[in-house]
C-alpha cells in the first residue's frame, strides 16, 4: 500500500511539473515573443504595426496576393512586400504605379527626360506646276472688223514681245486714220483736236511707228497688224482667219512660262509648320532623277471647305521651258513650327489617347522602387516623332516612352487614375482573381494587357461632311481585326486610331476607308464608290 501512494504521488507531481512548464511557456512568449530570436521589442513593434509587409503582390500583377515571398504566377517575377511598394514617405501618392527593376525590365519600360528644343517636322507636299498668273496675257480687240489673216496657226507656239499674229480689216480704223490725216493740217492751229485723233488710235493700241507711218504717208492702211504684247507661248486661239470679231472679243492668250508657279495641297494639321520663305524640294513625276528647289512665295488665307487644304505657291525660274504646266509634283519642307523658338518635345510613343484625352506616365522622383502617376496632358502640333507639349508637363520631368500600356494595364487593374478609368476605382475584368487557386484563369487574363504593348497611335486626315460619313469611316476602321478604336472628327476632319500594329497595317486601314468612299492621306476612293454615297456625303466638289 505504502508503494502504490508513493507512485501516485510521484505520478502527480510529474503532471504538475509538466503543466507549470507549458504555463511558463505560454506566458514567456506572451511577454518575450519577439526576443527570441536576437531582436529587441521596439524592432518587434515596428513589425507587428506594419502588417501590410506580410503581403506580397506582383508589380506587374497588383491582383495577387500572397503571405510570403515567390514567385508571380502569371509571369514569374520576384513578388514585392506590398509596404515596399507603398515606401517614399507621407508625401505618397495613392494612385501610384510601383514596378521593381526586374519588372521594367521585364515589361521592357523605358523613360525619358521631357526636353525644350526647337521642334522640327519633314512636311510632304504634293502639287502641281501652273503658270505665274502675273505673265498671262488676254490679247482682245480694241476695234470690230474682220480676220484677214493669221501667222500664228497652232496653240503651244512660242513668240515674242510684238511679233505679227495676224491682221484685221476695220472700217473704224479706216474712219480714225482719216480723222488723223485731216487733223494734221491743223497742227499748228488747233493742237488739242491733232492730240485727239492720236490718242483715240494709241487706245486701239496702235504703236507710235504705226501712227507716224500713217501721217507720213498721207494714206490710209487697209489692215492693221495685231502684235503680241508680250514674249511668251500661245496657249489659246480664240479666232480663225475670216473671222469676224466686235470690240472686246478675245482674239490670243499668251503666257510668259520662264518662270513658274508650283502650287502644293497644304493640310490644316501642316500649316503651323510651313512660312513664307521656307525652301521645298520637289520631284516631278515627268521628269525622274532631278531635285528642284524654291521657296514659298505665299500661304493661301483661305481653306477650301471640301478638301480641307490651303494652297502653298513657289515660284521657281524656267528658262529652258522644262517644267510645263499641269506637271504632278511631290514636294518636302524641312521645318521648324513657324514663329516658335523652343518647345517643350515628347515622343509619341509616350501618349496614350482616349478620346480627346491625352495620357502620359510621369516617374515620381526620390522613389526606392520606380514609381509613375497618370496625369493628362495638352499637346500642339506633330513634330516628325515628337508631340510638341502645350499644357501637362515641365521641362526635366521623366516620363515613361515604351512599355506605356503595360503600366496602365497594372493601374486599371490595381484600381488606381488610368487611362480608361482617371478617377480610379477597381475595374470589372471578366474573372475573379482574389485567391491564387485558379492559376490558369489567371494566365488568360494575362493575355489582354500583354496585347496592349503592341497598340500604336496613329491620325490623318479622312475627307467627310456629316454625321453619316463619321458612321462609314469608323465603322470601316473598326471592321479590319487588331483595329482598337476609331474616333473621327467632323470639324478637323481627322481620325484618331488605335490599333495593334502586330495585326493591321496601317496601310490597311487607308484602303478600308477609302473603300467605304472617302479619301484619305494615302489612298483615294474608288470614283464608283464616292458616286453612290449620299448627297450630303460627297465632299469633292
Not at 40 to 61: F, I, L, R
Amino acid at each position: 500500500m505504502k508503494r502504490k501512494s508513493l507512485i501516485s504521488i510521484s505520478k502527480r507531481e510529474a503532471l504538475l511539473t509538466v503543466i507549470t512548464l507549458v504555463l511558463g511557456l505560454l506566458i514567456g512568449g506572451l511577454f518575450f515573443g519577439g526576443s527570441g530570436d536576437g531582436h529587441d521589442g521596439h524592432e518587434h513593434e515596428e513589425v507587428t504595426g506594419g502588417e501590410e509587409t506580410s503581403v506580397y503582390t506582383c508589380s506587374m500583377h497588383p491582383q495577387i496576393r500572397q503571405n510570403e515571398p515567390g514567385l508571380c504566377p502569371i509571369c514569374a517575377m520576384d513578388l514585392v512586400p506590398l509596404a515596399t511598394m507603398q515606401q517614399g514617405g507621407d508625401d505618397t501618392d495613392p494612385n501610384e504605379v510601383q514596378m521593381t527593376e526586374s519588372a521594367m525590365k521585364l515589361a521592357d519600360v523605358q523613360t525619358s527626360v521631357v526636353v525644350r528644343r526647337i521642334p522640327e517636322k519633314s512636311i510632304h507636299l504634293l502639287g502641281k506646276v501652273k503658270a505665274d498668273e502675273r505673265n498671262v496675257a488676254r490679247l482682245t480687240a480694241r476695234f470690230g472688223g474682220r480676220i484677214e489673216k493669221l501667222f500664228v496657226n497652232f496653240t503651244g507656239q512660242n513668240v515674242t514681245k510684238g511679233q505679227k499674229l495676224g491682221s484685221i480689216y476695220s472700217p473704224d480704223l479706216i474712219t480714225a486714220q482719216k480723222e488723223l490725216l485731216e487733223a494734221v493740217k491743223f497742227r499748228d492751229t488747233n493742237p488739242s483736236f491733232y492730240l485727239a485723233a492720236r490718242s483715240k488710235l494709241k487706245l486701239w493700241d496702235l504703236t507710235e511707228e504705226q501712227i507716224r507711218s500713217i501721217e507720213n504717208s498721207d494714206e490710209t492702211l487697209m489692215y492693221f497688224d495685231v502684235l503680241s504684247p508680250i514674249s511668251g507661248t500661245i496657249t489659246n486661239r480664240f479666232v480663225a482667219a475670216g473671222d469676224y470679231v466686235k470690240e472686246g472679243s478675245v482674239l490670243f492668250e499668251v503666257i510668259n512660262l520662264t518662270k513658274v508657279w508650283v502650287m502644293f495641297d497644304a493640310y490644316e494639321s501642316d500649316l503651323p509648320w510651313i512660312k513664307t520663305g521656307d525652301e521645298v524640294k520637289f520631284t516631278l513625276q515627268s521628269i525622274p532623277g532631278e531635285t528642284y528647289r524654291g521657296k514659298v512665295a505665299q500661304i493661301d488665307p483661305f481653306i477650301d471647305p471640301n478638301s480641307r487644304v490651303a494652297r502653298v505657291r513657289v515660284e521657281i525660274a524656267n528658262p529652258n521651258l522644262t517644267l510645263k504646266p499641269e506637271m504632278f509634283a511631290r514636294g518636302i519642307l524641312e521645318s521648324g513650327i513657324a514663329g516658335t523658338a523652343t518647345e517643350l518635345l515628347i515622343p509619341k510613343s509616350s501618349v496614350l489617347w482616349t478620346g480627346k484625352r491625352a495620357v502620359v506616365y510621369v516617374k515620381v522622383p526620390d522613389r526606392q522602387t520606380p514609381s509613375f502617376l497618370y496625369r493628362e496632358i495638352t499637346l500642339g502640333p506633330e513634330a516628325g516623332n515628337y508631340y510638341v507639349v502645350r499644357e501637362g508637363l515641365s521641362e526635366g520631368e521623366e516620363i515613361a516612352t515604351n512599355g506605356v500600356f503595360k503600366i496602365d494595364a497594372s493601374a486599371q487593374l490595381a484600381g488606381k487614375a488610368s487611362m480608361m478609368n482617371p478617377d480610379g476605382g477597381m475595374v470589372t475584368t471578366g474573372h475573379n482573381h482574389g485567391t491564387m487557386e485558379n492559376e490558369s484563369s489567371l494566365q488568360e487574363h494575362s493575355q489582354h494587357p500583354a496585347s496592349d504593348a503592341n497598340l500604336s497611335h496613329e491620325m490623318f486626315t479622312v475627307s467627310g461632311n456629316c454625321g453619316m460619313c463619321k458612321d462609314r469611316i469608323e465603322k470601316a476602321s473598326l471592321s479590319l481585326d487588331g483595329v482598337k478604336s476609331a474616333e473621327w472628327d467632323e470639324v478637323t476632319k481627322i481620325i484618331h486610331i488605335s490599333y495593334d500594329k502586330e495585326l493591321v497595317k496601317l496601310r490597311d486601314i487607308h484602303k478600308a476607308i477609302a473603300k467605304a468612299g472617302h479619301d484619305t492621306e494615302k489612298e483615294k476612293a474608288p470614283d464608283e464608290v464616292y458616286n453612290a454615297l449620299p448627297e450630303c456625303c460627297l465632299y469633292r466638289k
